[in-house]
């Protein structure tokens, strides 16, 4: 009989969390051999764990994020590169959710022993709660993107006067006997090997340009800053207002977790800082002042700064002012914009996009902020990687950001393939240290 292969829905997670439980068919009862499985992995995590250069790293980022150095600092997430370093059909569980453990324990051991880029591997398995999220009450609906591929969506936002008073705020709603059940498994198959902790990613951008699109669609979106620029006004202040409701809620009932320390945060990069958390800080008890917080705005990229800053920045600045520190951009060029971004308060982190000018951006950010650089995934996306270009693109990036005193980062990410090819990142990777030694010794 042929195998059942059974989907594995972690490829594309934020790299140091795993997904929420809901939706995951599992009984949570793993076969004998599937938790010999986990076991073997978590240990070879653990091995890669207590090697010293995970405490160097774990230095690096610190005086990376506190801008106490200006050596670049070099990571890669493939992304959806992933199902061609780990395929499908080389997972040895058939749980579910013992597939999505097993595939976040291959990919730490890959980076750790393949990629050797600046990720820190930590002795942690990181277990979320199992809740759900009511989002909008306007259920959103994809058409297409199968595979990671182009999508648009089925307007559920079609008629302002209508359907905007059914919008509603998130609702959190955790499962706490799934969730003390989900961990206790953890417990049982990993203590004495990795540390198990509850981390959740409750979000991972506030930026809310992308729930609107996701009710209203791109082209609706954009032509209503004409049409109906009122009702922008009313859902960018009703998404903002209800963000901020499900923030204060999460705080106020303790799930909020810290990611001061090896979470990645913003559009990539990790949060090792010594001004978080803030004074007070109780670790039974995080608050949004002790964290970092993340906004973008990817879709308006073809927006005046002027109307970014009416219709969307204003409403996202109450957001970011509750965090203790923050990051701003991801794809979109911030160059243009940046008289408008660089009103966040106890902003840190900037994304510089392979649209953005580097050399504006380079003079701009300086030494007062972490220059986290996005090159473009397109080269790792053939059978067999231009060396040269790749490294000419990282070269000419740090000859424009040294003169200023820039604190870099180099970020591969946003990958679709990597060409059928898993040894493409490990070569971007490669070339970048490489790189970043020959300029810095």
């Not at 989907?7 to 594309?12: G, K, L």
């Not at 979470?263 to 964290?291: C, I, N, Q």
């Not at 649209?355 to 300086?366: I, P, R, T």
Request: aromatic share 12%; net charge negative; proline share 6%.
């Amino acid at each position: 009989m042929e195998q059942q292969i059974y989907p594995c829905p972690s490829y594309n997670q934020i790299p140091d969390s795993l997904p929420n439980t809901a939706g995951i068919e599992t009984t949570l009862v793993f076969a004998d051999a599937e938790k010999a499985v986990l076991r073997d992995l978590a240990k070879q995590v653990a091995d890669l764990a207590a090697r010293p250069e995970q405490a160097e790293r774990r230095i690096a980022w610190t005086a990376h994020n506190d801008l106490k150095s200006d050596r670049p600092l070099v990571f890669c997430d493939p992304e959806f590169g992933w199902n061609e370093i780990v395929p499908q059909d080389h997972l040895q569980t058939r749980d579910p959710l013992a597939r999505v453990w097993e595939m976040h324990l291959r990919k730490e051991i890959f980076w750790g022993t393949r990629m050797r880029d600046d990720k820190v591997i930590e002795d942690y398995f990181n277990v979320p709660y199992h809740y759900t999220d009511s989002k909008w009450g306007l259920k959103e609906e994809r058409v297409g993107g199968e595979d990671g591929g182009a999508y648009t969506f089925d307007v559920a936002l079609k008629d302002y006067d209508e359907d905007f008073p059914k919008l509603h705020f998130p609702v959190i709603d955790v499962d706490t006997d799934m969730s003390a059940r989900t961990i206790a498994l953890a417990h049982e198959l990993f203590d004495g090997i990795l540390r198990v902790r509850r981390s959740t990613p409750w979000w991972h951008a506030l930026g809310m340009t992308s729930d609107y699109i996701g009710l209203r669609d791109m082209d609706n979106f954009l032509m209503d800053f004409y049409d109906y620029p009122e009702y922008v006004h009313k859902v960018m202040k009703f998404m903002s207002d209800g963000n901020i409701a499900k923030m204060e809620w999460l705080e106020k009932n303790g799930y909020l977790w810290p990611n001061h320390e090896g979470t990645y945060v913003g559009s990539g990069g990790f949060g090792w800082t010594e001004e978080l958390p803030a004074d007070g800080f109780d670790p039974d008890h995080v608050r949004l002042k002790d964290m970092w917080g993340f906004c973008e705005s990817q879709e308006t990229l073809g927006v005046s700064p002027d109307m970014f800053e009416e219709f969307i920045f204003q409403y996202q600045l109450p957001i970011m002012e509750r965090f203790g520190l923050n990051c701003y951009g991801c794809c979109e060029p911030l160059d243009a914009r940046w008289h408008v971004i660089k009103k966040i308060p106890r902003l840190r982190r900037v994304s510089v996009s392979a649209w953005a000018d580097q050399k504006a951006m380079a003079e701009m950010l300086g030494d007062r902020y972490v220059y986290s650089r996005k090159p473009s995934p397109t080269p790792l996306s053939y059978g067999t990687v231009d060396q040269d270009a790749i490294r000419q693109d990282i070269r000419q990036t740090l000859e424009i950001t040294r003169p200023n005193n820039c604190r870099v980062e180099l970020i591969m990410k946003d990958n679709h393939t990597l060409g059928g090819n898993p040894d493409n990142a490990v070569v971007w990777c490669r070339i970048a240290k490489e790189e970043v030694d020959r300029m810095w010794g």
